[in-house]
């Protein structure tokens, strides 16, 4: 049985004052959820802050990217060894956003899992098609590509280690959300993909999330879909009411 989980992603929202009052309200409302892993990634500036409001919670820290180098000139990057210093259990990591604006490729994705990994910080990888990708009949394809180059040169112990995100690009931030159907079909094909790559006993250990406008309405129909183990939420997180109503999901 895969351990659900729930991670609130803020984004670049939140000062140190505002994400500290958030944590608070959170940790309250959320500490009798049972049988959920739950991740909160609040902005850099607020991580060390938040780590010791979360201490003795049942809530993990995550940042919302990271390097994959130990140290060096590198000037504004943030190593994965640094942020497990300050408390962090988890990084997302090739967030479309950090795709589209940034440039983040499978190549970069792959090469942040690994020292991701070798920090023993959980990475939540992310992979999902544009609009145009879906509407032209590539979702599989792109998702296959980024599947098979984000995990490339992974032991299966390393996979071990891994959450991936499926988050349509198109879905996120628009209000717009992929029919629980839809999503399935992207999380199975996910899953065949990864018994290919590693073997069935890991893909079935896999935990999948769906991100993409996650809100309290539409959480429940999406974690009744058999591959669905959670979800990467983004503006619904930073209200404590309405992410702690996905983390208490109903199925």
Not at 171 to 187: D, F, M, P, R, Y
Request: with cysteine; net charge neutral; glycine share 8%.
């Amino acid at each position: 049985m895969r351990r659900p989980l729930i991670a609130g992603n803020w984004k670049m929202h939140k000062n140190v004052s505002e994400s500290i009052a958030l944590v608070l309200q959170l940790k309250e409302m959320v500490a009798d959820a049972k049988g959920v892993e739950v991740v909160v990634a609040p902005p850099f500036t607020a991580l060390a802050a938040v780590a010791q409001v979360l201490k003795g919670s049942n809530i993990l820290l995550s940042a919302q990217n990271s390097f994959w180098e130990e140290s060096g000139a590198y000037t504004g990057e943030v190593s994965p060894s640094m942020l497990k210093d300050i408390g962090c259990a988890c990084t997302i990591i090739g967030h479309s956003e950090r795709r589209q604006y940034f440039g983040e490729t499978n190549e970069t994705v792959n090469k942040k899992l690994k020292a991701s990994i070798k920090a023993s910080l959980l990475p939540i990888v992310c992979i999902g098609e544009t609009l145009e990708e879906r509407e032209t009949g590539k979702t599989l394809k792109v998702i296959e590509e980024q599947v098979r180059g984000g995990l490339k040169g992974l032991s299966t112990a390393e996979m071990e280690k891994v959450v991936i995100a499926y988050e349509p690009v198109w879905a996120i931030g628009t209000g717009k959300t992929a029919t629980s159907e839809q999503a399935q079909e992207v999380h199975l094909f996910i899953r065949k993909m990864v018994t290919e790559l590693f073997g069935s006993k890991l893909s079935e250990s896999l935990r999948i999330l769906y991100g993409g406008s996650v809100k309290a309405d539409t959480i429940d129909e999406l974690m009744a879909q058999k591959d669905i183990d959670g979800a990467l939420v983004g503006g619904a997180s930073l209200k404590a009411d309405s992410f702690a109503r996905i983390v208490k999901f109903k199925t």
